[in-house]
Structure formats: structure tokens, C-alpha cells
């Protein structure tokens, strides 16, 4: 055992006893307090019997026993202590009970010294040097293992993809070189905080001092996988997108596409640091996304969306019906790529535009049966259904807009009866221009028919073929054809009974033709109009109104 210790020893065995006996004392006197009030009260009742002026008989006195003299005797050696000598023993306590703490206290900050004095020339227990623990270590400790660590040296590179890559110390002619960087970070470090390390972790990263050929380590970068452009995926921003009942965010995706600079940066700084991994997300090596689920600018889009979603628009085509709701406005709803929201208002246009295709009519070739049972088709008319696309856009904004649900018909510029197979419903009139003869159903059933003269085809007036729609009816018509030069027509014939569908040709009352039906239109035919006897015109006039269909076919 060294001198220093054998004093180390000697002053600890002295300063025990110490601290036994001045413990024993305090312990004696502390005793001796507790005792000496009860003494005290008795003292004082012996003089307040002495001083109560009665006295015992001569006789008494003179049986006094050698016991009774003991007794006086002693009390006498026991009076009563005086205030000033209680309050000096008082002191005596505090006073050593204040050397006992204090010698205590004195061996704490001995020690907590002597562990600072070890720490000036140690790092803290915990302590991590770029990844690598050094507990307890000394800075020539920390600079063996470098150098001896520096010949097998890899930097592992950690990718976003989950995959991995290595640089080797040899392919970049790495050397360890001692310059004094460890014992600053020993110097930095305050040797009496060295307490905390008990809960804190110390995790350093610093240039070690290395040396590397840096044209060979850029030659070893630009051939790893990851460097590869070709190959490399650029990361996506976080978006608002629609997630079945309103829009929340899809989270950003962060590519395989380097930041080369930042790259090269964090490559450099991790060797420098002697480090055995770079995690190159954690440590930005790539072109990250914009905006991630976390952005304001998402967040804001995002509430803006979901702000249109609250209208639902539904159509009544009967039988059919459409209907405009979140999930539909959802597709007219994109952010750009500063997450400025935009309402595709050509989305709504093209929205009324396939509303009109799959419901529009007019026009249409329609596959008809006729009143004798046999089916035809019937192409042209002006008769069907025309969605008015313009009005219609404008509606459906608004509706949006106000954020209504409504159920209503979509605008039209022109109507039919139906949206079923048959838009002409069962209440119509045919004419059925090949056998010269019409029929009048309503309700499905055939109310009416007749023989009918149409429009002589010969002299270029055959009856057009067509579904139509009855424009309006009147009595008492004057019926003409061109106006000549002299301000009169080439020809006028006054009708009771006028029901026009198509343009200047209608249904009339033709009381100068003498027959009906058969091939007399082929010479007697009309200017177009379908010729009927006076009494069937009028009970026609009487089934028909404005928007009746009218379907002429060969």
C-alpha cells in the first residue's frame, strides 16, 4: 500500500472516532436533559417545605438517624442547576452535533472532488463519440481505437428504399491523423458536471482527424446504385385526396432522387467523424417532397375541398334519376402544385354534356310499332328531349355553390313525355304515310283513325316522315301558300280545324277532297298537310293539344 494511502486510511480510522464519541456525548447530554426537569421539580418542593417556617421538636432532631443524614447530605450535592449552565450545555450540543454534519459534508465534497479530478482527464460515463460508446475513457484510449479501427473502416450507407451500400476505407486511402480533436472535446467537457451523466446521455459527433484521397471518394460515390439517375424515384408532396365521404391527406412519399450537394456533404462529415453508418433520410440526402401531411398550405387546401362537398344535387328523369353528390363534386375539385384549390368548372360542363348524350332525344332514330303491329324505324322530327346545356351548368354551379340539396328536373329547351324506351309515352297521333291512314291512341288505346290524303310526293310535297310535336291548334283558319308579287297567295284554303306540327304542315279538315285514303295523294295529294274528313278533324281537335307527339312514317 502507498504512503498516500496509508494517510488516507489513518485520517478515515481518526475521523470515525471522532464522529462515534461526539455522537456518545450528544447522546449523554441530550439523556441528561430529559432527566432534569423531573430533579428540578423535586429540589424545588424540598425548599418549599424548608422555607414553610415548621419545624420539627428538639426531640425529633436529636433521633436523627444516620440514614436522614445521608439524605440531606446528598440533596445538597443535588440542588438545582442555574439557567446559565443549561444554556451553556445547550450550546455544547449544537456544537457538535454542527462538527458531525460538517465532517460529513467535508468527506461528500472530498469525494465529489476527487471524481471531478478523475473526469478532467475521462469522458463521462454514457458517452457516445459519433456512434462509438467511450465511457470512462481517456482521450489517448479514444485515439487507439480510431487508429486501430481505421484500416477495416466502412461507412454503411442506410437508403430510403429499405436497401444498402458501402464505402470502404481502403478505396479512399483513409488514414488516421491524430490532431489534438479528441483532447479538445475531453477539454470542452466540465469535469465537475460530471453528476448528470448518471441520467443524460452525451452524444458527441465531430471531425476525428482522417485523411482520405477525395477525388477517389467522389469516383466511389458516383458509382454506387443510388447515384444512378435512371434509376431514381422522385418523392411525391402529401395531397388532399378524397377518402369516400370527404377529403382527407395522402401522405407525402419521399423518392430515391439525391440531393447531390447535400449528398456529398453528409458522406464527408460522416468519415470525418470516423462514423460506421449514415442514414441518409435522416440525414436530408434527398429531394424531399414540398409539402408533407403536415403543411399548413395541405391542411388549408384540404378544408377548402371538403367546403363544396356539403351539396347533393338529384335529378328527376323520370323513371330515372341522377345524382350529383360528394363523391361527383370531388372529381371538378385539384390543388396545383402551390395548393391553390381549383374548381374544374369544365368538369360541370362536361358532366351536363354526358347528361344531355344519355338523355337527350331529339332527333332520334326511334324503333316504332305501329297501329297495324308491324315495327319500323322512324327517323328525324323536331320532336324529344333537349337538355339546355348552359342553363343547365349555371344551375348546377349555384346548387354547388350554395351548398343546397335539391331534387328538380334539369333545364330543358326541349321536352318529351318520357325518359323511357318510348319518350313519346301512349298518348299520340301516327300517320302512317305508306297505307294512307292514321290513328289516334291515347292511353294506349286507339281512341281514333281514319283514311288521310297526304302530301302529293310527285309535285315535291310528300309529308315528311318524322316524330313532331303539336305546336298549338286553332278554328277558323285561312291556310296559304307563297305571297306572289302582287301581294296576293299563290293559293288560300279556309279550314275549321288547324293542328300544325311541323312548321306550315298539320292536321286539317279538307272538305274538297272527295275520297281518302288508297294512292289518291299521288295525284290529289296536299302541299304536305294531312287532309282529313270534316268529322274526324274535329274529334281530333278535341284529343289533341299543345305537345301531343305526331308520328309520321312510310
Not at 328523369?317 to 361527383?328: I, Q
Not at 296536299?526 to 274526324?536: A, E, I, K
Request: aromatic share 10%; net charge negative; charged share 25%.
Amino acid at each position: 500500500m502507498s504512503d498516500i494511502d496509508k494517510k488516507t486510511g489513518e485520517t478515515e480510522d481518526n475521523s470515525d472516532k471522532i464522529v462515534e464519541e461526539t455522537m456518545r456525548e450528544i447522546y449523554s447530554e441530550i439523556h441528561a436533559m430529559e432527566s432534569s426537569p423531573q430533579e428540578s421539580e423535586a429540589e424545588n418542593e424540598e425548599a418549599d417545605g424548608d422555607d414553610s417556617g415548621e419545624k420539627e421538636p428538639a426531640e425529633a432532631e436529636t433521633e436523627t438517624t444516620p440514614v436522614k443524614e445521608k439524605k440531606k447530605k446528598k440533596k445538597k450535592k443535588d440542588k438545582k442547576k442555574s439557567p446559565e449552565e443549561t444554556k451553556k450545555k445547550k450550546r455544547g450540543w449544537k456544537r457538535k452535533l454542527t462538527i458531525v454534519f460538517g465532517s460529513m459534508l467535508g468527506i461528500l465534497v472530498l469525494a465529489y472532488l476527487g471524481v471531478s479530478v478523475f473526469f478532467m482527464n475521462h469522458f463521462y460515463i454514457n458517452t457516445e463519440i459519433n456512434g462509438t460508446v467511450f465511457s470512462a475513457k481517456t482521450a489517448g484510449q479514444v485515439e487507439a481505437y480510431m487508429e486501430k479501427q481505421v484500416d477495416d473502416y466502412t461507412l454503411l450507407l442506410k437508403e430510403s428504399d429499405g436497401s444498402t451500400e458501402e464505402i470502404a476505407g481502403e478505396d479512399i486511402e483513409l488514414e488516421y491523423s491524430s490532431e489534438g480533436t479528441v483532447e479538445k472535446l475531453l477539454k470542452d467537457q466540465n469535469p465537475f458536471l460530471w453528476i448528470t451523466a448518471l441520467w443524460e446521455k452525451y452524444e458527441i459527433e465531430a471531425p476525428i482527424g482522417v485523411e482520405y484521397d477525395e477525388q477517389k471518394l467522389e469516383e466511389v460515390m458516383n458509382s454506387l446504385n443510388c447515384m444512378n439517375t435512371e434509376s431514381q424515384i422522385a418523392s411525391v408532396s402529401a395531397v388532399p385526396e378524397f377518402q369516400g365521404s370527404a377529403f382527407g391527406i395522402k401522405e407525402e412519399v419521399i423518392g430515391t432522387q439525391i440531393d447531390t450537394e447535400s449528398f456529398k456533404k453528409a458522406v464527408n462529415t460522416a468519415i470525418a467523424g470516423f462514423q460506421p453508418e449514415l442514414d441518409m433520410k435522416e440525414k436530408g440526402c434527398y429531394i424531399l417532397p414540398k409539402y408533407t401531411k403536415d403543411s399548413q398550405e395541405v391542411i388549408a387546401a384540404r378544408d377548402t375541398m371538403n367546403s363544396y362537398l356539403g351539396a347533393t344535387v338529384t335529378y328527376d328523369l323520370n323513371p330515372y334519376t341522377e345524382v350529383v353528390d360528394a363523391f361527383v363534386i370531388s372529381q371538378w375539385l385539384t390543388v396545383d402544385e402551390n395548393m391553390n384549390v381549383t374548381f374544374n368548372e369544365d368538369g360541370v360542363r362536361n358532366y351536363v354534356q354526358e347528361l344531355a348524350n344519355k338523355y337527350n332525344t331529339y332527333g332520334k332514330t326511334r324503333v316504332f310499332t305501329t297501329g297495324y303491329g308491324n315495327t319500323v324505324e322512324v327517323a328525324g322530327g323536331n320532336y324529344g328531349w333537349i337538355i339546355d346545356k348552359d342553363a343547365e351548368y349555371e344551375a348546377l354551379l349555384a346548387n354547388i355553390r350554395n351548398v343546397e340539396t335539391v331534387t328538380r328536373e334539369p333545364n330543358y329547351s326541349s321536352r318529351a313525355v318520357s325518359h323511357d324506351t318510348n319518350d313519346f309515352g301512349n298518348t299520340y297521333a301516327e300517320v302512317d304515310l305508306t297505307n294512307q291512314h292514321m290513328f289516334f291512341f291515347q292511353n294506349g288505346q286507339c281512341v281514333l283513325q281514319s283514311d288521310v290524303v297526304t302530301g302529293n310526293p310527285n309535285k315535291g310535297n310528300g309529308t315528311p316522315q318524322g316524330t313532331y310535336v303539336l305546336a298549338y291548334k286553332t278554328k277558323d283558319s285561312v291556310l296559304r301558300g307563297p305571297k306572289l308579287p302582287d301581294g296576293t297567295y299563290e293559293w288560300e284554303s279556309p279550314v275549321d280545324f288547324w293542328m300544325p306540327f311541323n312548321g306550315g304542315i298539320g292536321f286539317h279538315d279538307a272538305t274538297w277532297q272527295s275520297a281518302f285514303g288508297g294512292s289518291r295523294y299521288l295525284t290529289y295529294g296536299s302541299h304536305g298537310c294531312v287532309n282529313l274528313p270534316y268529322d274526324v278533324a274535329a274529334q281530333l281537335y278535341t284529343y289533341v293539344d299543345a305537345g301531343t307527339p305526331v308520328i309520321c312514317h312510310y
